[in-house]
């Protein structure tokens, strides 16, 4: 099957079949990644803008390397003030990028929705690279291959997601990706950070403990703490946090002995991760990071409509 | 200039008319009603057989955006909007620039409407000076000047203390204060109603408590003073709860809901659409239940709709960025007819809340057609089908969440003082 989409805005408007291609792209993407000389030509003659409204050094770099890794040419543009205070609208940028040709915009903004704002405007393909709470779709799609490579397979089991759930569009893009491909999700957290309804995003149930969401886990993702967003009356500190919300070889022991640990990166260590569990036999996170390189690939590949040539 | 509707169903609440009557109008006033009135030769005629007649709807809720915000909307273009929503009166609230906490601004006001305007204007004042919240604005001047209430809508009154001394204070001066309830710690940054929606679209919420707990206190206050207190806007089910209870209590306390409270929901705002942004926001299908309900059983006295005009260069943003509001004015019967479309409310009531209560609550002579009184007066075209159309509004700014609708019934003659303002 094809892929439709002119842009990749959010894992919850794919269909299942859509989010399998996508996988299984990338699957063959890594095979890129690890020759000699890590290039195909598939996107020459091709641009790709990565608009950053948010700075975020390994998300922008590894759609740089995808991008180049396709033979288009990328142009990285960071806006490091919101695009309000700076005096032109998100409207303005769109005209004038519009006037550039891109033939891709891929684009992190604080603002959820701004993709989709952006997209109806443009001709060009948009792909979001992390819209405020709402989606991070690639990064839910490298944590679904992570997972894949591991069990074969991304039905049947349990993913236990910890920590800021409402501002977390990890959480979303995970949440919709995993509970469309028949997992379970167990979500915990402080209730300061647990948004109304988020059960009824799909099969997702909310945990009164970390424990109840963890116990017997196949996979664990641990979401990061940003204190700076979330303002100071979520939680008392980082402290207790930590002692209630994180990961730690004791607790860990709840899950399944194998149990995959992930987190989005970066980690605060002894906060989210003890560096034991951050470095120990159970964490996928460097594995994500690998695989995040030929997820883009995949996702730059199918709103390019082109045909992979692998000569 | 005489004029002589004739063979309308004329629907008088505040005389418990309902039935079908020839008016004249003499002078401006309301001369005779009756069956087969006869007119002096030479008086226009107005054929209403079919058409629904009442009292001039009053729209005791609108921003006009004059003075200092004309690209928003003017006293002309928004009293051209109410004119063709069927509105013969509006009160307008003091968020202008200046703010209208002063008898320059309010006769400004006033004089333009009489010169420029095609309704009826009535001036809210001020709570405090610049609404700033910090110092009680002179209610006494405002009142005379022509002010029919007070409010600081757009920021609530944060300080308890100082809206205790609002309330005592407008209760010596008799002008009666509207509060925009909101407790804006709770708000936070929040854009559009806390819940499912937000939860699944990832943008900030406002929890229907910020509402419930600025309402609570606010009639608590009135209660405390003894004070009349109008509750703009009512968009939850908490909100209602406490209004309701106050007023069995005998507090002095009545409230309004909008049309967009009672049409939309929060699901509105899927798809980031900006014109389904305003404050209070879109609520669940819960709240829309309680907002109905509370029409029904008479905790809402008043349907009004924070008219609020935004340029399209303010709406056409990413959804966090957009301004609050909508325009309202020319979207209200229609949306309000279809309560009695849905069986929640009879006309009589319906025009009770459009009509006769705004006029009640303000303290305005109108809202009646009384042998006597001035001549505004409505004439709705029950059948009339439209679709809303922006190249259409009257209105400046085309904000609207219901755009595209296809709707049913429509004002089909304004009468204000007599003089047709608008006809279909
Ligand atoms: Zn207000
Ligand atoms: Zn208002």
Known sequence: MGFKHKDII???????????????????????????????????????????????????????????????DTVNITASTSSATKGETLLDTAKNLEAMKPDIVVMRHAVSGSHYFLAKRLSCSIINAGDGAHEHPSQGLLDMLTIKDRYGRLDGLKVAIVGDITHSRVARSDIAGFTMMGSRVFLAGPPTMMPPGVERLGNVTVCATMKEAIQDADVIIMLRIQQERQGKTLIPNTREYSRYYGLNPENLKWAKPDAMVMHPGPINRGVELSSYVADGANSHVLKQVENGVAVRMAMLYHVSGGTLVTE | MNLLIQGGRVIDPSQGIDEVLDILVENGAVKELGKGVKAPSGTETIDASGLIVTPGLIDMHVHLRDPGHEYKEDIVSGTKAAAAGGFTSVACMPNTKPVNDNKAVTSYIIAKAKAEGSVNVFPVGSITQGSKGELLSEMGELKESGCVAVSDDGHPVTNSELMRRALEYAKGMGIMVISHAEDLSLVGAGVMNEGFVSTELGLKGIPWAAEDAATARDVYLAEFTDSPLHIAHVSTKGSLRIIRNAKARGVKVTCETAPHYFSLTDDAVRGYDTNAKMNPPLRTADDVTAVKEALKDGTIDAIATDHAPHHIDEKDLEFNEALNGIVGLETSLTLSLRLVEEGVLTLPVLVDKMACNPAKILGIDRGTLKPGSVADITVIDPKATWTVDADKLASKSKNSPFLGWEVKGAAAFTIVGGKVVYKR
């Open chain 1, 10 to 72: 959010a894992l919850k408007d794919l269909s299942k079949d859509e989010i399998e291609l996508l996988i299984s792209t990338a699957e063959n993407m890594r095979e890129i990644n690890s020759r000699d000389i890590k290039k195909v030509p598939t996107l020459r003659g091709k641009t790709i803008i990565n608009l950053f409204y948010e700075s975020s050094t390994r998300t922008r770099t590894s759609f740089e390397i995808a991008g180049k890794r396709l033979s288009a």
